[in-house]
């Protein structure tokens, strides 16, 4: 069973840059798929990036797409989130997950099974 460490969060001012990471631990890297969501206060969850196992595949919320970038570092069994150009509406707790059913997870956040503790990132204005 895989175990999620989110790490890299913090506080930024609006138009800055922040890189996300989520250490995984306790299973094959290469036979799980990987999201990023994000938890306002207040407001639902939602879906900012996922990864194939095999990081040739994407995708990416339309709230972020064109500003943030998911990779994977298959050395290191971590997967990265690298945030562009952030506004004041990034600012929320960011969740990364797994699951091993599928090669490319997708949107959904009941697919996944595993789940970190989040970190928080705060966007100033």
């Known amino acids: 069973q895989v175990q999620l460490v989110e790490s890299g969060g913090g506080l930024v001012q609006a138009g800055g840059s922040v890189r996300l990471s989520c250490a995984t631990s306790?299973?094959?890297?290469?036979?799980?798929?990987v999201g990023w969501f994000r938890q306002a206060p207040g407001k639902e969850r939602e879906f900012v990036a996922a990864?194939?196992?095999?990081?040739?595949?994407?995708g990416y919320g339309n709230s972020v797409k064109g500003r943030f970038t998911i990779s994977r570092d298959s050395a290191k069994n971590t997967v990265l989130l690298q945030m562009n150009s952030l506004k004041p509406e990034d600012t929320a707790a960011y969740y990364c997950?797994?699951?091993?059913?599928?090669?490319?997870?997708?949107?959904?956040?009941?697919?996944?099974?595993?789940w970190g503790q989040g970190t928080q990132v705060t966007v100033s204005s």
């Open positions: 997950a797994a699951r091993s059913d599928a090669y490319y997870g997708g949107s959904s956040d009941s697919e996944y099974r595993f």
């Open positions: 306790g299973g094959i890297f290469s036979t799980y798929s």
């Open positions: 990864i194939s196992r095999s990081g040739l595949t994407t």
